[in-house]
């Protein structure tokens, strides 16, 4: 139970994300989660990008699924959707790369997925397809509360945790009903709006975070607007974890899917994260 009564969902029993929070818990750590656009420039290269991440020592690494209407990003990850689905990738050419790269990398990964995409499938399809690629979990910014019970049953039966978003628009009651449902973390939004790259961390968000302690025992990880160490750091002190897009996207852009030329900017990228890990672990 949470300090005000309301019950409380924990992480997939035995979980592959609920064990990495509690790792880095017990060593006083937080979570470094870069977000990646899957096929962009191509989906071989999204598995070396993924590798490389996993190399540099991030602990969780978010999937984003290319949808055509995106809720709620910034045009640097619209414009990564769009250069991805003019190449036809489909949700099971994305299935396939993450059971080549699942295995290969110790940090569980999540779906970042438009529920339109899950509904054309098929919830139970859907769920299990992402369940065998090897997805420890699933975020969907578009599935409302009201209509996401069915789908965490079928989630929890996978064993998939199903993320939820908490934003600064969400008023407490509201957010108290979203905790008492979630599994594996709470994303927490940092800023109204878009994704996308900002200068500092949004004025409020360690209140709003120790509000959420009080709904809560799952993580917390914020995600919007997070592009620089300095600011992951900033978050130590409330958060359990941070999310960061953009900035990465707009690392990957310059890649031109050819191993060899990649490589620098493979390394580049490799040092960019790691500046990140060592301001939060």
Known sequence: MSKSGTPVHQSIPGGRIAGVFSGLRARGARAFMPFVVAGDPDLATTA??????????????????????????????????????????????????????????????????????????????????????????????????????????????????????????????????????????????????????????????GERLRGLRELTTLPLCVGFGVSHPDQAAALRDFADGVIVGSAVVRQVETMAGDPEGDRQRLEELSRWCRGFVEALV
Do not use: N
């Open 48 to 205: 070396r990008v993924i590798e490389t991440l996993d190399g540099a020592g991030c602990q969780l690494c978010e999937v984003g699924f290319p949808f055509s209407d995106p809720v709620a990003d910034g045009p640097v990850i619209q414009a990564a959707f769009t250069r991805a689905l003019q190449k036809r990738v489909r949700v099971e050419d994305i299935f396939a790369m993450i059971r080549e790269v699942a295995p290969r990398v110790r940090m569980p990964l999540v779906g970042m997925v438009s529920y339109s995409l899950v509904f054309r499938r098929g919830v139970e399809a859907f769920v299990s397809d992402a369940a065998a690629a090897g997805l420890a979990g699933l975020i969907m910014p578009d599935l409302p509360l009201e209509e996401a019970d069915g789908l965490a049953t079928v989630c929890a039966a996978r064993g998939v945790d199903l993320v939820p978003l908490v934003t600064p628009k969400t008023d407490p009651a509201r957010a108290a009903k979203i905790c008492a449902r979630a599994s594996g973390f709470i994303y927490c939004v940092a800023v109204a709006g878009v994704t996308g790259e900002r200068s500092g961390i949004a004025d409020g968000i």
